[in-house]
Antibody, heavy 119, light 110 residues
Framework: EVQLVESGGGLVKPGGSLRLSCAAS????????MNWVRQAPGKGLEWVSS????????YYADSVKGRFTISRDNAKNSLYLQMNSLRAEDTAVYYC????????????WGQGTLVTVSS | QSALTQPASVSGSPGQSITISCTGT?????????VSWYQQHPGKAPKLMIY???NRPSGVSNRFSGSKSGNTASLTISGLQAEDEADYYC??????????FGGGTKLTVL
């Protein structure tokens, strides 16, 4: 069974940093592109970042470019999101999602971790 | 990276059919057959319902169908059931090798 479990969320002050993790199991992690998608309270989904299976290709939404860094450790079956210079508008539930590259769809999602940026 | 355009809400009675539209540009919806649809119940993670415009993952009811014409994709749910009440999001791969989501549509089953 595919499982994605996010962790690392919490309360952080504006300008602060946080590192999110996503532990994957039930599939060959090193064969899949992985993504972060976020959802602000009461709002819609927003794609944040993607990383290819071997970390060769990395992309970011304009809203986080230069502040967030996505990475992965295939030996540990883990995905990460380093978030720096956090702003109030980064407050959201952050989901880890597996991408099916053939269809460019997100076929499995974690339950999400809440990040709150507030003073 | 402007969001795809979806109606904020749609509604229908049990047994009826509804259609949710999703309008983008030639750089996303119109340029690729990489449109997918997600269902999200309150407090839950999104669930993939349609991929590559019109394909259903294993386990998704055949009451859900998708289509596309030009820059607009559509999700149709036939034989509405109470359990279909949820938020629905479209998504498309883009020419920038990124993804974009729609603003979401709240489906109410009357």
């Amino acid at each position: 069974e595919v499982q994605l479990v996010e962790s690392g969320g919490g309360l952080v002050k504006p300008g602060g940093s946080l590192r999110l993790s996503c532990a994957a199991s039930g599939f060959t992690f090193s064969s899949y592109s992985m993504n972060w998608v976020r959802q602000a309270p009461g709002k819609g989904l927003e794609w944040v970042s993607s990383i290819s299976s071997s970390s060769s290709y990395i992309y970011y939404a304009d809203s986080v470019k230069g502040r967030f860094t996505i990475s992965r450790d295939n030996a540990k079956n883990s995905l990460y999101l380093q978030m720096n210079s956090l702003r109030a508008e980064d407050t959201a539930v952050y989901y880890c999602a597996r991408a099916n590259w053939e269809s460019r769809s997100f076929d499995y999602w974690g339950q999400g971790t809440l990040v709150t940026v507030s003073s | 990276q402007s969001a795809l355009t979806q109606p904020a809400s749609v509604s229908g009675s049990p047994g009826q059919s509804i259609t949710i539209s999703c309008t983008g540009t030639s750089s996303d919806v119109g340029g690729y057959n990489y449109v997918s649809w997600y269902q999200q119940h309150p407090g839950k993670a999104p669930k993939l319902m349609i991929y590559e415009v019109s394909n259903r993952p294993s386990g998704v009811s055949n009451r859900f169908s998708g289509s596309k014409s030009g820059n607009t994709a559509s999700l149709t749910i036939s034989g509405l059931q109470a359990e279909d009440e949820a938020d629905y999001y479209c998504s498309s791969y883009t020419s920038s090798s990124t993804w974009v989501f729609g603003g979401g549509t709240k489906l109410t089953v009357l």
